[in-house]
């Protein structure tokens, strides 16, 4: 199998460097790039599998970069993971409803954005998400969206259709982080009244439900929710 190559957009020379040696002892082929300019042409020039994206660069920032890169339909699908410092949840947000796949906060350890890349390239390379409409079963949580039904060990949970609609929602892309924002905005449409305290509320309200599996419904301080991938 050809190597995955993974493109690096960053100023900061150490900092590709160690993402560089990490990544190639895995396996991988690194791309660099030291600006945002450069890294978007590296990134239609190469079509690389994946992209980790400083978001504060020099010029062109790494949010423009990724919104150029999300509105491109050559380049779109590239999974982005997006490299922030500490205290830019709101960066990191923005990111994520651009389209950004995931974010890592520096400074990280080689072994944790390892395990990330791996991961979002596992969750590309898997089956797109379900229909709509398709039965889910996930932590022992089974959805059925045409009944409008969730049981948990085979019992069934009476939620209401928003606690129903944020489960569906956030069970069908397990691992991925979803912002309050695209909860609600999946949930009830474009023009809902949007509060994030009313998906924290009935967050609350659906764990309570679900008892011991609502831990799986996951808090992502700053950012948002996703429901768990693994154990
Ligand atoms: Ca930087």
Redo the contacts with the bound molecule.
């Keep these: 199998m050809a190597k995955k190559q993974i493109l690096v957009i ?3 020379e150490d ?1 590709r460097e160690l993402v560089r040696y990490n990544l190639e002892r895995e396996g991988f082929g690194v791309l660099e790039a030291e600006s945002g300019e450069d890294g978007l042409n590296a990134a239609a020039q190469n079509k690389p599998d994946l992209i980790l994206l ?4 020099p010029g062109k920032d790494g949010l423009q970069v990724c919104r150029e890169l999300k509105r491109s339909d050559d380049l779109q699908e590239i999974p982005l993971i997006m490299m922030t410092a500490k205290g830019e949840e709101s960066d990191i947000v923005t990111g994520l409803e651009l389209g950004a796949e995931d974010y890592i906060v520096k400074p990280f350890s080689p072994k944790v954005l390892v395990a990330r890349v791996k991961a979002v390239l596992r969750r590309k390379t898997a089956a797109a998400a379900p229909d709509a409409g398709d039965v889910l079963s996930i932590h022992g949580i089974t959805i059925h969206p045409g009944r409008h039904e969730v049981t948990v060990g085979g019992k069934s949970i009476d939620l209401t259709a928003t606690e129903f609609g944020i489960l569906h929602f956030l069970a069908r892309r397990p691992g991925w982080v979803f912002t309050r924002y695209q909860i609600v905005d999946a949930v009830h449409g474009e023009d809902y009244p949007v509060t994030e305290r009313s998906i924290d509320v009935q967050i609350v309200g659906l764990r309570k439900k679900l008892k011991k599996t609502g831990d799986y419904i996951e808090t992502v301080r700053g950012i948002g929710y996703r429901i768990k991938d693994r154990e």
């Design positions: 960053e100023d900061e900092i400083d978001l504060m660069l």
